[in-house]
């Protein structure tokens, strides 16, 4: 069984910066993908970025190129979404997900096994 816990989110104002954690436990991690998405009232889970755990490939959604960035720390079994330049836009749940079978980082839900409960992410104006 894998455990995802996420933190980090909180109340920012627009422009402002957050840095997302979200660590694994369960079992070791070789081959596999991390994904973060997120989900803002009334709308559907979206795909934000993802990253290869071996390689550290990664992807992001266009929304938040350049101003989002996921890395990962092997030791620490922990990925990260750093957050700049925040706009409200981003007010969201953020959630963390695995692909135990993937490589190359993607956007597909369906692929991810495991998901986080989520930490929830609010930009003022």
């Known amino acids: 069984q894998v455990h995802l816990v996420e933190s980090g989110g909180g109340l920012v104002q627009a422009g402002g910066s957050l840095r997302l954690s979200c660590a694994a436990s369960g079992r070791t991690f070789s081959v596999c993908v991390m994904g973060w998405f997120r989900q803002a009232p009334g709308k559907e889970r979206e795909f934000v970025a993802a990253?290869?755990?071996?390689?550290?490939?990664?992807s992001h959604a266009d929304s938040v190129n350049g101003r989002f960035t996921i890395s990962r720390d092997n030791v620490k079994n922990t990925v990260y979404l750093q957050m700049n330049s925040l706009k409200p836009e981003d007010t969201a749940i953020y959630y963390c997900?695995?692909?135990?079978?993937?490589?190359?980082?993607?956007?597909?839900?369906?692929?991810?096994?495991?998901w986080g409960q989520g930490t929830p992410v609010t930009v003022s104006f």
């Open positions: 990253i290869s755990w071996l390689g550290g490939f990664t």
């Open positions: 997900a695995v692909d135990l079978r993937g490589a190359v980082p993607h956007s597909t839900q369906s692929r991810y096994n495991y």
